[in-house]
């Protein structure tokens, strides 16, 4: 199979954010695959429900084997692992 290029946005306002964030490029490159290119860090408000903590956002381009619906699938699998709970 041949490698492509995904790109994810990453964002986190709970807790130790830039903690959050390494976990989770750390995670996305052990199961997802090679970060090939990554943008700063940005802090941004909240949007739509605001009244939560600011965010701290990034982009990144993956190299992978894997199906945009794999990919999906293990993304969700990493939020799940970090204790993300979906409402």
Same mark, same amino acid.
Do not use: H
């Given at each position: 199979?041949?490698?492509?290029k995904v790109i994810l946005l990453l964002g986190s306002n709970m807790g130790e954010? *830039?903690?959050?964030?390494?976990?989770? /490029?750390? @995670?996305?490159?052990?199961?997802?695959?090679?970060?090939?290119?990554?943008?700063? !860090?940005?802090?941004?408000?909240?949007?739509? *429900?605001?009244?939560?903590?600011?965010? /701290?956002? @990034?982009?990144?381009?993956?190299?992978?084997?894997?199906?945009?619906?794999?990919? !999906?699938?293990?993304?969700?699998?990493i939020e799940a692992d970090m204790g993300r709970v979906r409402g």
């Amino acid at each position: 199979m041949s490698l492509q290029k995904v790109i994810l946005l990453l964002g986190s306002n709970m807790g130790e954010r *830039k903690y959050q964030i390494a976990k989770a /490029l750390e @995670l996305l490159e052990r199961k997802v695959g090679e970060i090939i290119l990554q943008s700063g !860090l940005y802090e941004t408000d909240a949007w739509g *429900k605001t009244d939560q903590p600011p965010f /701290l956002n @990034l982009c990144v381009v993956i190299e992978t084997k894997f199906s945009p619906k794999d990919v !999906l699938a293990k993304n969700l699998l990493i939020e799940a692992d970090m204790g993300r709970v979906r409402g």
